[in-house]
């Protein structure tokens, strides 16, 4: 039987999406497998956890202001990269490291 575990931020969906969302990757899993018969074994657990477990570039999680925070920082250090680094040696040479 399919395990799917799904960790959440506390609050961020409704009942109504968590179901919709488990129905979806229910649905996924049916797709892979190729057998309809194959939905009545697929488990889906969404478990939310509080925002004081959750953090974000080794920072606390903050809600938006954390998501805007990182992608201002992601678009920050992609500006620096020196080329089109493709290996993790490439990528650790081409991007300064910042604190």
Avoid at 7 to 15: N, R, S
Avoid at 27 to 44: H, I, N, Q, T, Y
Avoid at 52 to 77: C, Q
């Amino acid at each position: 039987m399919p395990f799917v575990n799904v960790k959440l931020v506390d609050g961020v969906f409704t009942p109504e999406e968590k179901h919709a969302m488990a129905k979806a990757l229910t649905d996924v899993m049916v797709k892979f497998e190729g057998s309809k018969a194959f939905r009545e074994v697929v488990w889906v657990l969404i478990e939310e956890l509080h925002t004081d477990g959750w953090h974000i570039g080794g920072r606390p999680f903050e809600g938006p202001k954390s998501l805007m925070t990182t992608l201002s920082k992601s678009r920050d250090i992609v500006e620096t990269i020196d080329g089109n680094p493709t290996t993790r040696k490439e990528w650790a040479d081409a991007a300064p490291v910042r604190g």
